[in-house]
């Protein structure tokens, strides 16, 4: 299933999630909104109906796009089983479960919406209320799974989006006398507490996106292709740590003399290339410098050993910057 390595995949997951979490959150509060104590009554109940279940699809439309994203990128280590199965994936597995468990009663819930004209409504009702608890598994998968949770924008989007849900529950719930004085202290609470904990006590570094210093583990292979008078000797391997680093080396060797060669360095999941030439070469380690991109220039170290049957090495590579 892992197709390609493409950074638009990249942003589409990270973009696609959030958008379905702040939409979940609208549709949520319009839902508290459209009964009880909080029943608006500057508009109609039917257009807000119809808002609410259109935000429900698109709901739906974009976490089908999160996912299918996951899916095929090569950058994310996430089988068919661990995306439908949930608690099975190797990364952050409580987390990433509590993701699939929100998606997975999504879909139950739109399936009894789909026939809601013929289930009984009391029975439909309280399956409605399944949406707290989709919400609130969102809630806690984005908070503690997210690779963007940290950064202040999206603390603020998780800080908002909690606010918002505390008090609309406390102003349909709450007795008349506290009702606006629970109100503006759970959403106040709430829309303060939570950035701080997300910046703080929660904060997660995001991935290091093309690394300046990298010292990691490198493995890879020695392939040699030719004859006695012109022989290509490559090196391919990678690196995965503090982001994954896919490493290329080539010399072209005639004449008994070594006449070209050419070292490339990809960075995932940006797709970025540092390109450029071996400087120093052994028979079992090599000296290179690479320009990114945007010009900035790259020195690579790279040594290794034979690591068991056939042209597999295990060693160590140092980037800088």
């Given amino acids: 299933m892992h197709v390609t390595s493409n950074p638009a995949l990249w942003y589409a997951t990270r973009a696609s999630g959030i958008a379905a979490y702040v939409i979940l959150t609208t549709v949520v509060c319009i839902g508290m909104s459209m009964g009880g104590k909080a029943q608006s009554k500057l508009w109609p109940r039917f257009s807000v ?6 935000g429900g699809l698109l709901v739906g439309a974009l976490i089908g796009i999160h996912v299918a994203t996951i899916a095929v990128d090569s950058f994310l280590p996430f089988s068919v089983l661990n995306l439908v199965v949930p608690f099975t994936s190797s990364y952050r597995p409580l987390w990433t479960g509590l993701g699939i468990a929100a998606a997975e009663l999504l879909l139950a819930l739109a399936i009894t919406n ?77 829309v303060i507490a939570v950035p701080l904990l997300i910046v703080g006590p929660l904060y997660h570094a995001a991935p290091v996106w093309d690394a300046k210093n990298v010292s990691e583990t490198l493995t890879g292979t020695v392939i040699r292709n030719g004859t006695n008078l012109t022989e290509i000797v490559s090196f391919v391997g990678q690196a995965k740590k503090p982001q994954k680093l896919v490493v290329r080396a080539d010399l072209l060797i005639a004449n008994f003399g070594i006449q070209n060669t050419a070292l490339q360095l990809e960075y995932l999941p940006s797709g970025d290339i540092c390109r450029g030439s071996i400087t120093e070469e052994g ?27 056939g042209d597999s090495v295990i060693g160590q590579i140092q980037v800088s910057g």
């Fill in 49 to 54: 109906e119809d808002v609410h279940r259109f």
């Fill in 283 to 309: 028979a079992a380690d090599f000296a290179g410098v690479c320009r990114m991109p945007n010009g900035e220039s790259r020195s690579v170290v790279a040594n290794w050993q034979a690591s068991g049957a």
């Fill in 114 to 190: 789909h026939y809601r004209k013929r289930l009984p409504h009391s029975l439909w009702r309280k399956a409605h209320y399944v949406n707290f608890a989709v919400w609130t598994l969102a809630t806690v998968h984005g908070v503690m799974s997210g690779t963007d949770r940290s950064v202040w924008w999206l603390a603020l989007i998780y800080g908002l989006s909690i606010a918002s849900v505390v008090a609309l529950l406390v102003w349909r719930f709450a007795r008349l006398p506290m009702r606006s004085f629970g109100v503006t202290l759970a959403g106040g609470a709430s």
